[in-house]
Nanobody, 127 residues
């Protein structure tokens, strides 16, 4: 059973930066995927960044491309989300997710493909 724990959320001014961490426990295969999703009140959960654990290949939603960077420390089973140039519209609960196995790049940010979820960490960006 994989468990995910997010950390690093908080409040920041527009234009500022935060780094989120997701620590995963449990055995993982080299072809696994890990991703970050976010959900604002009253809105659908959206995938924003994903990484393949074997290759470090990444995918991003257009809304965060160029501002957010996902990375991993495979030895620690930890993924990170570096968030720069934050905007008020980035305010949301951010969730880490894990999928065991390979995903197409076209579905790697799809919520229904992920089996394990963390409890979330809140990010609030003020104008």
């Amino acid at each position: 059973q994989v468990q995910l724990v997010e950390s690093g959320g908080g409040s920041v001014q527009a234009g500022g930066s935060l780094r989120l961490s997701c620590a995963a426990s449990g055995y993982t295969y080299i072809s696994d995927c890990m991703a970050w999703f976010r959900q604002a009140p009253g809105k659908e959960r959206e995938g924003i960044a994903a990484i393949y654990t074997d290759s470090d290949s990444t995918s991003y939603a257009d809304s965060v491309k160029g501002r957010f960077t996902i990375s991993q420390d495979n030895a620690k089973n930890t993924v990170y989300l570096q968030m720069n140039s934050l905007k008020p519209e980035d305010t949301a609960m951010y969730y880490c997710a894990f999928h065991r196995g390979w995903l197409r790049t076209s579905t790697v940010l799809s919520e229904d493909r992920y089996d394990y979820w963390g409890q979330g960490t809140q990010v609030t960006v003020s104008s």
